[in-house]
């Protein structure tokens, strides 16, 4: 190597750049910089840009339908209008959903404060912290009158916090047996996992339309099930006379059966996707733990309660998170099924967000953006602490 | 343990297992199911499991209604395109991060994870501008071309989207080629370029083909980007050509379900000749993420 001929060109910041390249002996530090370029190049350009635009965005007050004022700086109006306003139309009922999950997760909550295992790592506590504090801020807020401000932010707001606390819950609750099952050596296990891959690999748009179709009131699969077996009989008596149909419940025309059914569609959809990130811890758990609690006399619910249940701990948090994330952003499926309606009960903070961007109010969508993004990116940066904390 | 206890166990376990598989596989059957019965049938009560006259009309209908093919093609060229660039660039990147004494390693790969929750519906506005066409600044009114109803409209997100877990999965895959091969190619005279084609390369083919395919898959399945960027209709993509025919037809469900059944066929492909390499690939970007 002609390392005088490098220390002549010091003008370079990597001295002899070109001719290390032609040879193709770079530094490390050089060929990072190259291959790393093309990804990093693409990322800020197609992710960071647009985050950093839409905060721009967010403080100015842009509307496409009234051109003539431009995009004048409001500074933080645009979220004083969505959160402090003076409009609320919500009935009590909803609030009293918010104040039962608030109250009923704060002695879980405590137990776990007192037993000083809300550290870093306790995703379950954190969990519950975080309910609590929804709860508390959407089951107690002043209510009719009060100051709460656009009552269809708050609206999505609140279905998205339900379908993230339904659909997460559900999706673990279907996700483990799932993942347990997957793991068992049995002829059927091919089958099973192309079951386990095929509503992983389902566009959320073709989940949304086909249990649309499985839900239709008179036609659909649902009813006639609910119908064969005789369940329909007993709904009927048990539920709102409004709720049914000539045939059933009619599913996605009324607001509460159409809360069920979304929830339903994204836990089918997701809780194979659970399964998969379960089914990599499992496989990763070391047999000879098993046999030794065997030789213990340890019995199949002590062994998976002792064993399995601790070692997927991390497993379980990395589905948790990535759950929660997609949960938040949910657009797709109730596009797909309802359109975010019945009127707009099902409309999400996604489909409030893609809503404004077709009214045109480019600089509140922003707003509504940015809160998107708050909220996700404070799960992510809670979610990279853990990781790095495990190591 | 005795025998029979175990025997009953297993039992127990195939049928739950086969409950889990009727549960996965049964929407997807009630669509090729529905896409084989005629209109009259559908609306019929009770409802009929089996087709009574199975048609293939349904399918006809799907391609004269709209221009299906061409929606079939548009996606396929998009998943493509973005599926090669994408591996392309997670490679190269993967390869640095798992290779190379960076100095700062670790908090490339924080910012990579950290570009995967953004949610897409933030970059909806700005980057439909930035498709648009910008002025470029300082360059005397030179701007960027309109990539709107492009192909280029959709890869390029489609590849940033997908960026970060290709990388990952790739990054944790380099890390388990040994790196002794590479060493003792560069001791035999290879330059480092030329072990990283002729050893690393072939090696890392497996982890390519995974990546390939998730980043595939979620290309195939995206739907606000390319509902929003590609409006015309001869550049619309399957998800959001399936859409279009909600509402086109008074009863649309018989030509709905045969429309999805052909959006799904190519994945079910990817899943049966796959689902190892998927289940691999998958777990690999969650766990080490």
Known sequence: MDISKDTRSTHRQYPGFWKRLRSGNLTDRQLGFLLLAPALLTLAVVMLYPVLTVLWQSIHGEHLLRPWLGSPFIGLDNFRKMLWGRNMIWSPGHLLAWRILALAALPPLWWFVRRGRIGRGSAVGWTLAIIVIFGILMGFHPGEGGRWGDARFWNSFSITLVIIVISVIGSFAMGLPLALLANVDSPLRWLGRVALLLPWAMPRVFTGLMFAWLFQSDYGVVNDLLQRTGLNGLLGSLVDPQLLGSRGLLWLSRAQTAVLAVNITIIWKTSSFVALILLAGLQSIDQSLYEAARVDGANAWQRFWCITLPMLQPAVAVALIFRTLTAIQTFDIPFAMTRGGPGRTLETLGLYVYNTVTASNIGYSAALSVILFALSLAITLFYLRWIYTDE | ?289
Do not use: H
Not at chain 2, 7 to 32: E, H, K, Q
Not at chain 2, 95 to 124: D, G, H
Not at chain 2, 190 to 204: E, H, K, N, Y
Not at chain 2, 244 to 262: D, K, M, N, R
């Open chain 2, 1 to 289: 343990m005795n025998s029979r206890a175990r025997r009953s166990a297993r039992v127990w376990l195939n049928l739950a297992l086969l409950v889990m598989i009727v549960g996965g596989i049964f929407p997807a059957v009630w669509l090729v199911l529905t896409s084989l019965k005629l209109d009259g049938e559908l609306v019929r009560q009770p409802i009929t499991y089996l087709p009574d006259k199975p048609t293939l009309r349904n399918y006809l209908e799907v391609f004269e209604a709209n221009p299906f093919a061409r929606f079939l093609l548009n996606s396929v060229v998009v998943s493509l395109s973005s599926t090669l660039i994408c591996v392309l660039f997670a490679s190269l990147a993967g390869y640095a991060l798992a290779r190379l004494r960076l100095p700062a390693r670790r908090t490339i790969m924080t910012s990579i994870v950290m570009t995967s929750m953004f949610p897409a519906l933030v970059l909806l506005v700005p980057l439909y501008r930035l498709f648009v066409g910008v002025e470029l600044p300082g360059l005397g009114g030179l701007a960027t071309p309109n990539l709107l109803n492009s192909y280029w409209a959709l890869i390029i997100p489609y590849v940033a989207l997908s960026l970060p877990i290709a990388t990952l999965i790739l990054t944790s895959f380099f890390q388990l080629i040994p790196k002794d091969l590479e060493a003792a190619a560069m001791v035999d005279g290879s330059s480092r370029t030329g072990a990283l084609f002729r050893i690393v390369a072939p090696l890392s083919a497996p982890g390519i083909v995974t990546a390939g395919i998730i980043v595939f898959v979620n290309s195939w399945n995206e739907f606000l980007l390319a509902f929003t960027f590609n409006t015309t209709m001869n550049m619309r993509t399957v998800p959001v050509g399936i859409i279009l025919y909600q509402g086109e037809f008074s009863f649309e469900w018989s030509i709905i379900s045969a429309a999805l059944t052909l959006g799904i066929v190519p994945l079910v492909v990817l899943i049966i000749f796959f689902q190892q390499r998927i289940i691999s690939g998958l777990t690999a970007g969650g766990v080490k993420g």
